[in-house]
């Protein structure tokens, strides 16, 4: 095998192949690479299995302050025995010579059996018993003088232990080392080989990023694609929309709480003046008396708001068009005056679809449904009952998220009450059913934070995977 | 939608026979109701507002009941006739006010805190959705061993006085509305009245300033075991409906109903049961499926409706609490959850048509294809921005500005008539990442028209050290040649988003279609962003997706 090697390997290589065995340091010194060059020279051949380092621990000791007083002076019982060397003294004098060091002096003069304490007439009288030799001690403070010493090299260990007792005579430093040395495949390497012009082919490259669309539009286009491929066509309309269209074709009643502005973006100063047919509103108005039993108001109906579903626009398109058979869907941004959260956007995405048929039922619904799903690749499903105001009977779709462990609740559907579809002459059932994609698009690319889709942070932009 | 918390033993009970809490569990859902939160005791269920009678465990009792088989058909309430006592007069004086009111007595029942606790969230419920903030009607349930009978009905001075529920000391009517809180959130209901409507018993105590509070007196405790109802409200149906459900409510918890009179009519009258004649093909054209009628009877049963056949069609009695059943097709949909939507099987029905994409859809895809192809990547905004985003940050004219009312996000109050400030922002917010940074995004605009014009538009930025008027007109000339071949110019023009002598109009067959050139340092330094940065945009609806 061909490997291309950089100048910062090839001197290392060729540093070890004749002195094996350094640690970082030396090598950087005998390469003249800088410490940073050689360790990231050393990860490099790591990596392709040219060198091993081994880490290992060493301790050193040097003589701390007292000991070098020590080294000069002499112990505190070595002063002592030389203070009376020549005649015994009293407690005091020698505690006048001695100072801080008189107690120390005492206890190890006397632990080495070098003196006698006798009672004198107004105090301790200390006499020499007999001239003592040099001590371990005093050996291995010479030995170790002014050097750094390692530990490992010290064979009287008890001594170093007991002057390691001694309050600051000591000091030991641990450092650790790293030891590269290389592996049989790295010592065959021939350095001065001349270079082929070869680049390292298995090295890391700078990141570049492919421009994209949107993860989100992936999967509303996903979504569109799915609806096409069921036989439905795409239907559009506008997201300011008269109450007329958003509420009232709806049934839904103008002092229902989902009308007020605490749900719902009302547009400041803004009213529709044609929005409607005289007969469409004529009949809306009577179905809302029939029904709600209250008087229903234009006025009302013509305040523009924000549409909060898509099925304004598809139950206009049914109003225009009255369809005997049809399959529609509509898609796009709705919107709800809501705090913003984890799971509440202002604005979002919504998906509806829509069967006119002659004997089209509510199991075909469910049907179709699946089919929505399984092309979506959300195999587990199941239905539940629910309530919408325009619909009846109206069910909703659970969808086992493997994620979460749980099933979440995703679109809801219903046949459209005859209250919505008679005033605008729809005699066939209406299947229809929808959502939001923001939820689907979450459980694709695995986000809990719905919020993330509008950050346009690039960070993720750049990088999230399309979905599979 | 609403929350009501059931405790899993007392539940039990009330629904009897052999049910344990894993068939509640399954069943739950099946009638409709979401479960939020499951514990060892108890769990909270989201309910439908158009049935308020299962903001109770005994409301979901009786639908458990009906689902599992044990109790079918409706549950009947016997009202049982009371002496002459048992009347609210009416004062002609509150026709001007809150001119509906109605009653029911119910007696020999237990009430336990849980009890209260249920008929609280119901009546808060009720207060909320069919009485529309106890605008249409609210409720007030009272201690009937603390009132003298008959009632008053009848308005009073701001300045009459009682002991307010929850308080221990008297208060004019102009106190409670100034320093409690439900006189603060409800006393705009009387704003503009002069008099106010309240309910004095025979003694001349009042007993309710409806729809505001009670009084102290009829407090309901654990120790009560007769109570009276009564409901006041705008609407006569909305009142009489909300007295059904707490009626139903506390015979469903073993109170025996006592009639209470109002000067028209008694309660009886009120729950009179609404007759609906139901098609069985209605039934199994909608549901896709084949019943005999007999076997629909049974499904509506399991609903705890009542119904039988009549002829080849069948008859049902909607009792008066069920006021979500506007007709036929309610009642089909009753079928299906007596049926079991379980165990309804899907069926596909076959495609006559070809589908297609709208053709504005088409060409946005088009177009983001191609932006893409010149290294833009898309990114996406709301519509509603901020003022400050849009107009302050940018210098643009805000003449136009078009705003929604009560926005409650500050940053979601205004309709963007251009996509360029958002992308700037967007920019803001990415400086941290590595340069060049290009990004584009199609999408809605809003001005003014009749009333509001919506347009289709897309927007591009390049952000880097090197970009310039000439990089960005060459994306745009290539952008539009890819796309459509369309040849544009670019016309010397004045924007104060753009640097001054680097703007263009761009230009289409002689018309203005769009804006480009470098964004203004003053605009950057807005946005604190770290680049130089060029744009464009041009709106699609005026050239590219016309007609």
Same mark, same amino acid.
Request: no cysteine.
């Given at each position: 095998m061909s490997q291309v090697l950089h100048p910062i390997e090839k001197s290392i290589i060729k540093l070890l192949k004749s002195? #094996? %065995?350094?640690a970082e340091e030396q090598i950087a010194e005998k390469t003249n690479l800088s410490i940073d060059q050689t360790r990231r020279g050393i990860e490099w051949l790591r990596l392709k299995g040219l060198a091993s380092v081994s880490e290992s621990e060493k301790s050193f000791v040097k003589l701390g302050a007292n000991g070098l007083k020590a080294k000069q002076e002499g112990l505190p019982e070595r002063k002592l025995v030389n203070l009376i060397a020549g005649q015994p003294a009293s407690f005091s004098e020698l505690q006048k010579k001695l100072q801080g060091e008189i107690n120390v002096a005492i206890a190890n003069a006397k632990k080495n059996d070098w003196i006698t304490i006798q009672k004198g007439e107004t105090e301790n009288i200390v006499s020499l018993k007999h001239n003592p030799g040099q001590t371990r001690e005093e050996k291995m403070i010479s030995y170790i003088s002014e050097n750094t010493v390692a530990v490992d090299q010290i064979k009287d260990s008890a001594t170093l232990e007991s002057i390691k007792r001694? #309050? %600051?005579?000591l000091v030991i430093e641990t450092t650790k080392s790293r030891t590269v040395s290389l592996s049989e495949q790295a010592k065959t390497i021939d350095t001065d080989k001349q270079d082929t012009g070869a680049i390292d082919v298995e090295a890391d490259v700078p990141r570049v990023y492919a421009a994209r669309t949107h993860p989100l539009k992936d999967t509303i286009d996903e979504i569109r694609e799915v609806f096409v491929s069921l036989g439905f066509s795409e239907v559009m309309g506008n997201f300011a929309q008269p109450s007329f269209w958003n509420f009232d074709a709806l049934f839904t009643p103008q002092d229902h709480p989902a009308r007020e502005m605490q749900d719902t973006f009302y547009i400041k100063g803004k009213a529709a003046e044609k929005f409607a047919n005289p007969t469409q509103i004529k009949r809306v108005s009577d179905s809302h008396k029939k029904g709600w039993k209250y008087d229903w108001n234009v006025e009302a109906a013509k305040k523009m708001v924000l549409r909060t579903h898509t099925t304004c626009v598809t139950v206009k398109y049914l109003a225009e068009n009255k369809p005997d058979e049809a399959r529609i869907f509509s898609l796009g941004r709705v919107f709800r005056n809501e705090k913003l959260s984890y799971k509440h956007l202002v604005e979002f995405n919504q998906v509806e679809g829509i069967v006119v048929g002659k004997n089209v039922s509510l199991r075909d619904l469910m049907g179709i449904q699946t089919e929505f799903y399984k092309k979506m690749g959300l195999y587990k499903i199941k239905f539940w009952p629910t309530f919408f105001p325009y619909t009846e009977p109206s069910l909703q779709t659970m969808v086992y998220n493997q994620r979460l462990g749980k099933w979440v609740e995703l679109f809801g559907m219903g046949i459209f009450r005859p209250e919505v579809t008679k005033p605008f002459g729809i005699t066939r059932p209406v299947l229809a059913w929808g959502g939001g994609i923001e939820r689907i698009a979450m459980l694709k690319y695995g986000l809990d934070d719905v919020r993330e889709f509008y950050n346009n942070n690039l960070s993720w932009l750049r990088t999230v995977s399309k979905c599979q | 939608m609403p929350v009501v918390t059931l405790y899993l033993k007392r539940l039990g009970k009330l629904v009897g026979g052999k049910t344990n809490k894993s068939k509640i569990m399954e069943s739950l859902p099946f009638l409709g109701l979401d479960i939020e939160e499951e514990t060892k005791d108890y769990i909270r269920v989201e309910y439908s507002p158009n049935r308020p009678d299962y903001a109770t465990d005994v409301g979901i009792a009786a639908g458990l009941q009906g689902l599992l088989g044990l109790k079918k058909g409706a549950e009947k309430l016997d009202i049982k006739k009371s002496d002459k006592s048992a009347l609210i007069q009416t004062d002609t004086a509150t026709k001007k006010t809150r001119q509906h009111i109605c009653g029911i007595i119910a007696k020999n029942g237990k009430m336990d805190d849980e009890t209260i606790k249920q008929l609280i969230a119901l009546q808060e419920d009720l207060h909320f959705g069919v009485g529309r903030r106890r605008k249409k009607a609210s409720v007030g349930i009272h201690d009937l061993d603390k009132i003298s009978l008959p009632l008053v009905y009848t308005v009073a001075s701001k300045a009459h006085r009682f002991v307010p529920l929850t308080m221990s000391h008297e208060m004019s009517v102009e106190q409670i509305l100034e320093k409690m809180d439900v006189g603060r959130d409800y006393g705009h209901l009387l704003e503009n009245q002069v008099s106010v409507t309240i309910i004095l018993d025979? &003694? &001349?105590?009042?007993?309710s300033l409806p729809p505001i509070i009670n009084s102290a007196l009829t407090t309901v405790s654990t120790q009560t075991k007769n109570i009276l109802v009564e409901v006041t409200g705008t609407d006569k149906n909305a009142t009489e409906d909300t007295l059904a459900v707490v009626a139903t409510t506390l015979h469903g918890l073993g109170f025996t109903l006592y009639d209470l009179k109002t000067d028209a009519r008694g309660s009886s009258q009120i729950f009179k049961t609404r007759p609906m004649t139901l098609d069985p093909d209605l039934v199994n054209q909608i549901l896709g499926l084949k019943l005999t009628p007999l076997s629909i009877c049974n499904y509506l049963k399991k609903c705890r409706l009542d119904a039988v056949t009549k002829g080849k069609k069948i008859l049902c009695q909607i009792p008066r !609490?069920? !006021?979500?059943? !506007?007709?036929?097709m309610d009642l089909v949909e009753e079928v299906a959850l007596g049926y079991g939507i379980q165990n309804l099987t899907t069926s596909l029905p076959a495609s006559t048509s070809v589908g297609q994409k709208n053709p504005v859809t088409k060409k946005l895809d088009q177009l983001s294809q191609v932006m893409t192809g010149l290294g833009f990547t898309e990114a996406l905004n709301s519509s509603l921005t901020s003022k400050r985003v849009l107009y302050e940050a940018t210098k643009r004219d805000s003449s136009g500005l078009i705003e929604v009312l009560e926005s409650k996000s500050q940053e979601h109050t205004i309709l963007r008539d251009s996509m360029l400030p958002g992308l700037l922002e967007n920019l803001s917010r990415n400086i941290h990442e590595s340069y060049p940074q290009k990004l584009f995004e199609t999408g809605t605009i809003f001005s003014k028209g009749s009333p509001i014009k919506e347009s289709i538009s897309l927007a591009c930025l390049s952000a880097h050290k090197d970009t310039s008027f000439t990089e960005i007109k060459a994306a745009l000339q290539s952008l539009l040649k890819t796309d459509s071949n369309i040849e544009c110019s670019t016309k010397a023009s004045q924007n104060p988003i753009f640097v001054q002598g680097k703007t263009a109009d761009v230009m289409v067959a002689g018309r203005k279609v769009g804006v480009i050139g470098e964004i203004s340092p003053q605009v950057i330094e807005n946005f604190k962003i770290r680049a130089q940065v060029s744009g464009f945009e041009i709106i699609l609806s005026d050239f590219i997706l016309q007609g």
């Open positions: 002195t #094996p %065995d350094l001694r #309050p %600051d005579f | 025979a &003694k &001349k105590k009042t007993i !609490f069920r !006021f979500d059943i !506007f007709g036929p």
